[in-house]
């Protein structure tokens, strides 16, 4: 008896350890983060204000600001999430719902699984040849959205499979029993519910992109530009574009620059995943199942 | 049918966005691209020329590399061309298979800096001679300590840092030592980011570097310039005066924009171009480059007037040669 009860405890103390462990973990993943992020504020703090955000690139460094920058970022945002949503989404319900099971769908799988680990380079060089050139998009906003559009693209079908494939099995056959026909089920049920891991999929996506630089680069962004676009036709800059240039100047007063710039450019992405996780929240509000 | 009206709008948006209404005439853009030691400069006068013209002209600039600018330039895509070096012989053919001219116009010059660390007490002068005994090929794993290099220095490690392979100023120091561009040793330590170069320095007594004068001036309290020999004898360091009376050889280089004719011939383009070579001395020496003579621009800007095309150089770089000279000589292509 007390032989049992020795053993109970013991396989509560490596339960309790398991969690102490794991709290470890998290706290020193959020504490290199936090740490990152202070250091980047403290070090741009005398730059971190309105008219850094509203002049453009500057030689002095005093004057200087992220303007063309950021709207360049923003806009590069809205093109790729407007392209790889959709795509992606069609891509991850035709997959899950429609495909049959043979090897066609295997070799489709798998070749989206690799292409998640395709360096981004690679697809900067792709797209160089085949948006800028090709199609004759340029240098271009449009181009470098849909680069990193393709870039996100594995993403964004992953974590849209695996939302979908939450989705109870019953909420299905409830439906087909009333008559439903299967873009129906998708369109009504199964993709309203799976909402909140497809809008994670997407940010964690997005995230990735809008600290590319080497794709970006490849295509063309500029380092000097003192306009905003007024289509996406025309040429950018973005925010990894410029911290890289003022990291490498000689005057020391633009490395403020670019700490003021990568505090910013953490700000806008942790932006992102706090209106990710606000909308994940007001669509499971919505789920009465 | 929420979702598909979420889409719908933003690819609206999108769309929206693309087809904006814009007034291409009162909208040109000026093309540069190229060098990032030029890139400073180029940056400066963009920025002043579009405040004097009141945002009617919009100027881009980008850096692709001397090498990369070219490329972009022998293509028609840009204007201007950015170079920290005379164009080569096989970007001279491919312009020219392309059919596309090109206005060579020096705009500054660059002083090439020899830095050591500030605690090293045994070197503050070195020949051209000693400089090719540490940096030549056959140096490579035989030329590793001071002691090497002249017998009264001391015996300790020769740590070398340098930029890398596919800059400029690689291949104009190269050149200017060892006698022939690129042929460089392969065991020293290289960096495309020149603040490396100078943190390297900063940090270890035995190091031993070039870059640069723009990256030279605001740390000269960290780091000791080298005084160069000259070939008349004299040790120079690097500064405005020594490169301007031609003292400080054979490390001052000109640097070059290259303009295409075809662009040249737009208004903006040439009030652009008048506006750099004009306006740009006191911009150049706020960027820690060195201007011209007045007399050397002017005499650049009376050969973009009068369409001279071509380069000076013939496709090789030439140590040495005065910004005069060059500007006086025939155009090839």
């Excluded at chain 1, 559009?149 to 409830?174: C, D, G, K, S, Y």
């Excluded at chain 2, 060098?35 to 013209?53: D, L």
């Excluded at chain 2, 090293?120 to 400089?131: I, P, Y």
């Amino acid at each position: 008896m007390s032989a049992m009860r020795a053993g109970v405890e013991r396989r509560k103390l490596l339960d309790k350890l398991f969690v102490v462990l794991g709290l470890l973990v998290l706290f020193a993943a959020l504490a290199v983060l936090l740490t990152l992020f202070l250091d980047l504020v403290r070090q741009g703090a005398p730059r971190l204000n309105l008219d850094f955000v509203t002049s453009y690139a500057s030689r002095k460094p005093e004057q200087a600001g992220i303007l063309a920058a950021w709207v360049g970022t923003s806009l590069i945002m809205v093109v790729t999430a407007c392209v790889a949503m959709p795509v992606g989404v069609a891509a991850a319900i035709y997959l899950e719902e429609y495909a049959p099971r043979n090897w066609i769908t295997a070799v489709i799988e798998i070749n989206v699984t690799n292409l998640a680990g395709v360096p981004s380079i690679i697809y900067g060089l792709l797209a160089l040849g085949l948006f800028v050139y090709k199609f004759s998009l340029g240098q271009s906003i449009l181009a470098a959205g849909l680069t990193l559009a393709l870039l996100i693209l594995p993403i964004v079908i992953v974590a849209t499979r695996e939302a979908v494939r939450a989705v109870p099995r019953p909420i299905r056959e409830a439906a087909y029993a009333l008559g439903a026909t299967r873009w129906e089920v998708t369109a009504h049920h199964v993709l309203p519910y799976s909402m909140g891991g497809v809008l994670t999929g997407m940010i964690i996506g997005l995230s990735r992109a809008i600290g590319e630089t080497a794709p970006i680069i490849t295509i063309g962004a500029l380092s000097f530009i003192a306009f905003l676009p007024e289509s996406l036709l025309d040429p950018f800059t973005a925010m990894p574009i410029q911290m890289f240039n003022w990291v490498s100047r000689p005057d020391p007063g633009f490395r403020v620059n670019a700490a003021a710039a990568g505090a910013i450019l953490l700000g806008m992405t942790l932006l992102m995943n706090g209106i990710a996780i606000w909308l994940r929240y007001r669509f499971r509000k919505r789920m009465n199942w | 049918m929420k979702l598909t009206s979420t889409v719908t709008v933003a690819a609206l948006l999108a769309a929206g966005l693309g087809v904006a209404p814009r007034d291409a005439a009162a909208q040109q853009t000026i093309k540069l691209d190229g060098s990032s030691t030029v890139f400073p400069i180029s940056e400066a006068v963009a920025e002043e020329f579009q405040i004097a013209k009141r945002g009617k002209v919009r100027v881009t600039v980008g850096i692709s590399g001397t090498g990369g600018g070219f490329k972009k330039f022998c293509r028609g895509e840009i204007d201007i061309a950015d170079a920290s070096r005379p164009i080569s012989k096989s970007e001279m053919d491919v312009c020219a298979r392309a059919g596309i001219q090109y206005i060579e116009l020096p705009v500054a010059y660059d002083a090439l800096t020899v830095a050591v660390n500030p605690r090293n007490t045994w070197v503050d002068t070195l020949t051209v001679a000693e400089l090719k005994k540490m940096w030549e090929p056959a140096a490579q794993g035989k030329v590793t300590t001071w002691k090497a290099v002249n017998p009264k220095w001391p015996a300790q490690p020769l740590k070398l840092f340098g930029p890398g392979a596919d800059s400029g100023t690689f291949d104009y120091f190269t050149e200017a030592t060892v006698g022939k561009a690129k042929s460089s040793r392969g065991d020293f330590t290289a960096s495309e980011d020149d603040n490396v170069l100078v943190q390297c320095v900063e940090s270890d007594v035995n190091a031993l570097a070039y870059f640069g004068y723009a990256y030279y001036a605001p740390n000269a309290t960290k780091m000791k310039a080298v005084k160069i020999v000259n070939s008349k004898g004299q040790a120079v360091g690097p500064s405005p005066q020594g490169v301007l009376d031609g003292s400080y050889e054979p490390l001052s280089r000109p640097i070059f924009i290259y303009v295409s004719t075809a662009s040249a011939q737009r208004a903006e383009v040439k009030e652009f171009v008048e506006f750099y070579l004009s306006k740009g001395a006191p911009l150049v020496e706020e960027v820690k480059y060195v201007p011209l003579a007045k007399h050397a621009y002017d005499l650049a800007l009376r050969n973009f007037r009068a369409g001279k095309a071509g380069t000076a150089f013939g496709g090789r770089n030439e140590v040495g040669l005065t910004v005069e000279e060059l500007l006086a000589r025939e155009g090839r292509f």
